[in-house]
Each structure stands twice: as structure tokens, then as C-alpha cells.
């Protein structure tokens, strides 16, 4: 079914230009952009994103890098867009996305486990969480394409 995601570009690959245009290339080919806009996040916002994964190991540098710097959001439609961006990105783990999945976004750009350059909503319940954690005015019920 048609459905949305949340894929965000991270602050590894928002520093990177020519990486940043491959990403906004490959997301080009594969949805319709619904929503998309650049934002920076303060320490709050990435711990209450993150809530989830607090006392893991990997929370505070995962905290603090992504409120390291500019990243930017999209919400994506298409058929099964969330299973869809997910194999896109490829694995989490940075080992595995390059000797299993080089073809992948993590396997071609991601730097470590935290520096992974792309999250995406890992189901439709969360993507709708998450599409209003970053884009609280946007009405899941009610969206039409722009362009
Ligand atoms: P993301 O898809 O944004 O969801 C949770 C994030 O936690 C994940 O991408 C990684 O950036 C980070 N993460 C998950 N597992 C690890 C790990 N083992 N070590 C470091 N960071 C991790």
C-alpha cells in the first residue's frame, strides 16, 4: 500500500556536499517528496528523540552527534515506503553494511555505528511518530503531493 517514512539525512553526510546530492538523487528516483526541510537539533531534542535508546552504551555520542550539526528531513511516499528506504540505507552496523550490503547507503557512506549517515522510521507506526516529532504541523490525514 501507499505508504510515508521519515528518512533524515545526518550531520556525517550534510557536511558533504557531493554526498548530500547523491542522497537527495537516490531519494529523487525512488518517492514522491511530500516534505522536506534542513534543521539543526539542541541536546534535548536528540535525547527525547532517542529516548528509546537511553542507558545503551551508544546513547550519549549518539546524543551528542546528532545534534552536531545541520541535517535535513524528508517525508517520503510511495509503495511500502518504509520497508523501501530501509533497504536502501542498509544494515545499522557500519562492518556488516560493507562486506553484506556495499550497494547500500550505509555501505557506501557510513563512517561507524553512530555515524551512519540516514535514519529511517523502522514501521508505519513509528514513522507516523516520528514524521510529527519533525514536522509537528503536518497532518499525516490530510497530505498531498506539491509538486
Ligand atoms: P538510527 O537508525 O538513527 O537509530 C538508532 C541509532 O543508534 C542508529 O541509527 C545508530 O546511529 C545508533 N546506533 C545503533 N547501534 C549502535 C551501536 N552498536 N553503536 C553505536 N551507535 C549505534
Redesign the pocket.
Known sequence: ALQLTLAVVKPDAVAHPLILEALHQKILENFIIIRKKELMWRTKDSEKF?SE?AGRF?YQ??VEFMSSGPMRAYVLAREDAVTHWRGMMGP??VFRALFTSPDTIRGQYGLT??R?TT??SDSIESARREISFFFPEFNADEWMVME
Request: glycine residues 8%; charged residues 25%.
Open positions: 532517542y535508546h551508544f555520542r549518539l545499522t552496523k555505528d553512530t551512519n535514519h529511517g
